[in-house]
């Protein structure tokens, strides 16, 4: 089966247009930060990477690499420090000795890493072995040999939050221009790593406001309120068969509850009207799709949210609404959440219909498999669904 991946940010639609590819969007950096020069082009390399992922570890490590290579070193970390335990522990690494370092953790005190961090100086290491500061413990567990290195703090708003660290030059030791390198790399990792907290922040303020927004429609219809909590799980169930990274669990799930938030502006007649809508009414009701886009577009951050929340009446043979989008031009999460919507509609009970048992939910929906369902997302989705069946009843 091909694994599919969900972007982190997925693109905005407008009516009856084939969505662009997905590219990374772009964020900002302090441009008032300019350094010396790091060798030119190596910078604008970093900077630019900086300004294209909003991945922290990726611009970290893909930073290293290139910091490597431009220094000739061996092996490079970044080390954090942690205010609780006054340590610094290695947050990444390189080299062959990457995995054994992550569990390390040494006193903010000791060696040289420590010294560049309590005087905020960068440190030129020509031999390690002569050095006072030098912590033998770290090589001493890695089985690494450090012969030389280069330590410099890193600094965000007047603040040091961590050193990093470069080791052993393959020809020869590190010169005063190494240092002055490192020196600007440092800054230039200070702020994606600072911009990363910001997003973060950022991310975290709008999930929260997305939650009571949830919350808002939940209380307007009790039936909607499980039906939407249950959308949640059974997503976050399917994610993993679909390749969609965990750090992007709590953003699905929100975003899956989210899915009908436009119904909170189609008027109660038609939203609480027991029994079937006539044409004009659903028509209204169509609306809540594009409606759900409009109330969650203001926000970037919720494109996710705005994908899911336009396209999940879409269908796979491009007869849905509200845009007639076609396959795979339909964002993964929305061709999920229509499986998942249909599947918990049809084993609940509403006030027009009972619920339907198990095996006739299947039956129905392998009957739009190919037409209004995407054929391996719902192979998917079957494989599991004695599990969801499970999650239907023990939320309802
Ligand atoms: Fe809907």
């Known amino acids: 089966m091909r694994k599919k991946t969900i972007p982190v940010h997925a693109k905005k639609h407008s009516a009856g247009k084939k969505p662009a590819p997905v590219k990374p969007k772009s964020r900002q950096t302090d441009s008032r930060k300019s350094h010396a020069p790091?060798?030119?082009?190596?910078?604008?390399?970093?900077?630019?990477?900086?300004?294209?992922?909003?991945?922290?570890?990726?611009?970290?490590?893909?930073?290293?690499?290139l910091m490597e290579k431009t220094l000739n070193a061996t092996a490079s970390s970044i080390l954090l420090y942690d205010a609780e335990t006054n340590e610094l522990k290695f947050y990444l690494a390189t080299g062959s000795k990457k995995d054994i370092l992550k569990v390390i953790r040494m006193p903010a005190d000791k060696g040289v890493a420590g010294r560049s961090f309590l005087t905020g100086r960068t440190l030129l290491i020509p031999d390690a072995s002569k050095s006072p500061f030098f912590y033998k413990q770290v090589d001493d567990t890695t089985k690494f040999v450090t012969k030389n290195l280069i330590a410099t703090p890193i600094p965000i708003k007047g603040k040091r939050i961590g050193v990093l660290e470069v080791l052993n030059k393959a020809n020869g030791t590190f010169t005063k221009q190494d240092m002055q390198k490192l020196k600007n790399m440092a800054n230039e990792i200070s702020v994606a790593i600072d911009n990363a907290r910001l997003y973060d922040e950022v991310k975290s303020a709008y999930i929260v406001s997305m939650l009571n927004m949830a919350q808002a429609e939940k209380f307007r219809d009790i039936d909607t309120g499980l039906h939407i909590?249950?959308?949640?799980?059974?997503?976050?169930?399917?994610a993993p068969d679909l390749g969609i990274p965990q750090k992007d669990f709590d953003n699905l799930r929100v975003s899956m509850m989210m899915h009908d938030i436009g119904k909170v502006a189609i008027p109660d007649a038609i939203l609480l009207k027991p029994g079937r809508l006539n044409d004009e009414e659903m028509t209204v009701m169509k609306t809540h799709t594009t409606k759900g886009g409009?109330?969650?577009?203001?926000?970037?951050?919720?494109?996710?949210a705005v994908d899911i929340a336009t396209c999940h009446h879409e269908k796979w043979d491009g007869t849905g609404y509200p845009n007639r989008l076609k396959d795979?031009?339909?964002?993964?999460?929305?061709?999920?959440?229509?499986?998942?919507?249909?599947?918990?509609?049809?084993?609940?009970?509403r006030p027009y219909k009972d619920p339907f048992p198990p095996e006739k939910v299947k039956e129905i929906l392998l009957e739009g498999k190919g037409t209004h369902f995407d054929p391996q997302v719902l192979d998917l989705f079957l494989q599991r669904y004695a599990e969801m069946c499970v999650i239907h009843s023990s939320m309802s």
Do not use: T, W
């Open 38 to 65: 790091l060798g030119l082009s190596s910078q604008n390399k970093i900077i630019k990477l900086i300004n294209s992922s909003l991945n922290i570890d990726e611009v970290l490590n893909l930073s290293m690499k």
């Open 328 to 349: 795979e031009s339909i964002p993964l999460p929305a061709r999920m959440l229509a499986i998942i919507d249909v599947f918990d509609a049809l084993l609940s009970k």
């Open 229 to 238: 909590e249950r959308c949640g799980e059974y997503a976050l169930h399917l």
């Open 294 to 304: 409009q109330i969650l577009g203001q926000a970037p951050l919720l494109q996710l």
